[in-house]
């Protein structure tokens, strides 16, 4: 079955009272049958609340089935899955290598937190694919990705990358936030461990904050969620319900979102105040050929240069804007947009672009209205 299909069947109950959603199920303390079974409870008997009840399971069954993985860890934001499978995958003495444009506060964690525990990170320029095993030495123990990545949307090439890093024993992690591990399906391509905010598209209506982990095989299953119990991380389950029923409506909102994204992404191409578009599914985007190889489709996501433009312009023409509202997150039904200037951080690389960089987020709007939103946007700063 087709992934729109798969979406409205995953993670449903199938019992005999008929329910289509299963239910909000709360609790921390859980009965033993009996007093043998209090401290030797058969697998599968979940012993208490906080590794998550029915609700949990189904979400986590969902997200397991729909990235053809072994398992599935919840965590209270996106950024806790980044430093979740970060934290599964090291330990004292390790490097880790980043790609450079990976979110920025992945960045801080493994800049401020994990130096704490002897693990160093190392950063990488973003557009890498099988070169990277130059960089890879005997500290090395994770490799994370973004692709494409935060504001400025380089890609890597992944399944080169996972190779290499198979052969070398490194495990592999991916921020795959962008494509909600519908479009792109990072275990297929040999990644260890899909890290994703649900925050984003899953959850769909910029009313919840969780993450979600799937790991590629039992192994890698085991040490995540060995890693994810031993600190004690939990989501509360009126939230992993709400992540759920994003989840049923995702494509069709993402496939609206994307088609909207390329018809501006267009429009604004037209524009003599427009530089690069920096959209992987566009023809302007540097990437583009990894995309169409390894996409199946995109998201409403992207940035633009306007080459000559500085801060004080970029503010006045999102100040101008009406529809579009400033704000970080994304992914929801409402469109944003964001100048990424005072943000855009790099350790090895510089993103050069000249001008300012826009990143828009495209909802559910009328294209039309964003496009007439866009052009009072030009107007004020003509
Ligand atoms: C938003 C985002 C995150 C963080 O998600 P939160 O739920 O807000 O913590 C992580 N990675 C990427 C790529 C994001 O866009």
Redo the contacts with the bound molecule.
Sequence with gaps: MKDETRLTRLGRPHDERGQVNPSVARGSTMLAPSAAELYDFPPGRVHYGRVGLETHQALRGALTELQGGAGCALTS???MA?TLSILASVEAGGTVLAADCI?GPVRNFLLTTMPKFGVKTEFFAPRMGAEIADLITDETQAILL?SPG?LTMEMQDIPAIARVAREKGVITII?D?WSAGLTLKPLQLGVDYAAQ?L??YVGGHSDL?M?AVVARDEALFARLQATERSFGFHTAPDDVYLALRGLRSMAVRMERSFASSMAIADWLKSRPETGRILHPAHADHPDNALFQRDFTGGCGLFSVEFPGWDIPKSERFLDALDVFGMGF?WGGYESLAIHCDPQLKRTRTTHRHDGALIRFAIGLEAPEDLIADLERGFAAVA
């Design positions: 934001s996106g950024l980044n979110y973004e935060s921020d936030t905010a925050t984003k904050l993450g997150s």
